[in-house]
């Protein structure tokens, strides 16, 4: 697991949003849903020129941005080894929903995922801005739609402690990105855990969270189930999104995940729930669930540390944190953080 030799650096760009809204409305306490179907109407506002089109049979698909972000597909890679029979693939971002910050401020994040999100940047700040006259869902009580500007940008990486400011309310900052994740910023957050051989690790479910394994929802949620959701959105997004990451083999896929079957739960406060939105495109409120939120402790025996595949495992953990895991990523669902303990 690494990068190959199509040269670069893989990478995440995390862009934290600041924003107010423009009057004391009522916020529900899940918009991830909202943030994602809000930017998505904008983006496509911004994009396409057959608005009343779907995208499927459209010829200019290929060259269209949000086809790129939110119709992710096989079919953008003609020579694609990995996930050729799916119907999409991994999109190049997950959104982090909003957090109050007092008073009608809050903040919110977005993670873009390899070259070509990054390298559109721009775009996607201009849609996030688009998106305060749109505002995020409809508050019930003013009858109006929760509308806001934003104030801040900033491109954090932080792992290596960076902030850069990217927009200061008044000017946005063109230009490369310090603050950029690269892999080895992952991939050495994982080698500290490895070296220092935890007895425990606890993963915080920090957005509720789906996970389906045997062709059910999993209401318990093993190590290994895990590993294995993020060993497959890796192999994707190193195949169609980050062209300097490469694909698991299914060897090494199946040694990752063996190595993680040896971890055992011993611990599991998670508590279930369901989520609904009102769809912009479908015109219909839809319900979905159940997800997990709240945390999982995981013991690790002696032999996951001896084994080659322990740092592997560990780095695809640490990538949940901007990937996220399990089902509606894109959405703010299964964002993780994991901490650790030797005793």
């Known amino acids: 697991m690494?990068?190959?030799?199509?040269?670069?650096?893989?990478l995440i760009?995390?862009?934290?949003?600041?924003?107010?809204?423009?009057?004391?409305?009522?916020?529900?306490?899940?918009?991830?849903?909202?943030l994602r179907g809000v930017f998505g109407h904008v983006l496509r506002r911004m994009s396409c020129s057959y608005t009343r089109r779907k995208c499927d049979g459209c010829d200019l698909r290929g060259s269209c941005l949000y086809y790129f972000t939110f119709?992710?597909?096989?079919?953008?890679?003609?020579?694609?080894?990995?996930?050729?029979?799916?119907?999409?693939?991994?999109?190049?971002?997950?959104?982090?929903?909003?957090?109050?910050?007092?008073?009608?401020?809050?903040?919110?994040?977005?993670?873009?995922?390899?070259?070509?999100?990054?390298?559109?940047?721009?775009?996607?700040?201009?849609?996030?801005?688009n998106m305060g006259e749109l505002g995020i869902g409809r508050d019930k009580m003013k009858n109006e739609r929760r509308r806001f500007k934003i104030s801040r940008v900033a491109a954090v990486n932080d792992v290596r402690g960076i902030e850069e400011v990217v927009y200061d309310g008044k000017e946005y900052a063109y230009g490369s990105r310090s603050a950029i994740v690269r892999f080895e910023d992952v991939r050495q957050t994982a080698e500290r855990v490895v070296a220092a051989e935890p007895r425990y690790v606890t993963v915080n479910f920090e957005t509720p969270t789906m996970l389906v394994y045997d062709g059910r929802v999993a209401d318990r949620l093993d190590f290994h189930m895990i590993i294995r959701n993020l060993a497959r959105r890796y192999s994707l997004a190193a195949e169609y999104l980050v062209r300097s990451w490469r694909p698991l083999s299914a060897e090494e896929a199946k040694e990752i995940i063996d190595t993680s079957a040896a971890v055992k739960t011993v611990d599991c406060k998670l508590k279930p729930s369901f989520?609904?939105?009102?769809?912009?495109?479908?015109?219909?409120?839809?319900?979905?669930?159940?997800?997990?939120?709240?945390?999982?402790?995981?013991?690790?025996?002696?032999?996951?540390?001896?084994?080659?595949?322990?740092?592997?495992?560990?780095?695809?953990?640490?990538?949940?944190?901007?990937?996220?895991?399990?089902?509606?990523?894109?959405?703010?669902?299964?964002?993780?953080?994991?901490?650790?303990?030797v005793f």
């Open 2 to 10: 690494g990068e190959s030799r199509r040269g670069g650096c893989g």
């Open 13 to 34: 760009l995390r862009c934290v949003v600041e924003g107010e809204f423009i009057d004391d409305f009522s916020v529900p306490r899940w918009t991830g849903s909202a």
């Open 71 to 129: 119709e992710t597909s096989p079919e953008m890679k003609s020579d694609a080894a990995v996930g050729t029979g799916l119907e999409a693939v991994t999109r190049p971002f997950t959104f982090d929903p909003l957090e109050p910050l007092g008073g009608r401020l809050f903040r919110f994040a977005l993670n873009l995922i390899g070259e070509r999100a990054v390298g559109f940047e721009a775009v996607y700040f201009f849609a996030l801005a």
């Open 275 to 341: 989520s609904s939105k009102f769809s912009l495109e479908r015109l219909k409120r839809e319900r979905y669930g159940p997800f997990y939120r709240g945390t999982a402790t995981y013991m690790f025996p002696d032999e996951f540390w001896r084994s080659e595949r322990a740092v592997d495992a560990l780095t695809l953990l640490a990538l949940g944190r901007y990937m996220h895991v399990g089902k509606l990523a894109t959405a703010g669902y299964g964002k993780i953080s994991f901490a650790f303990r």
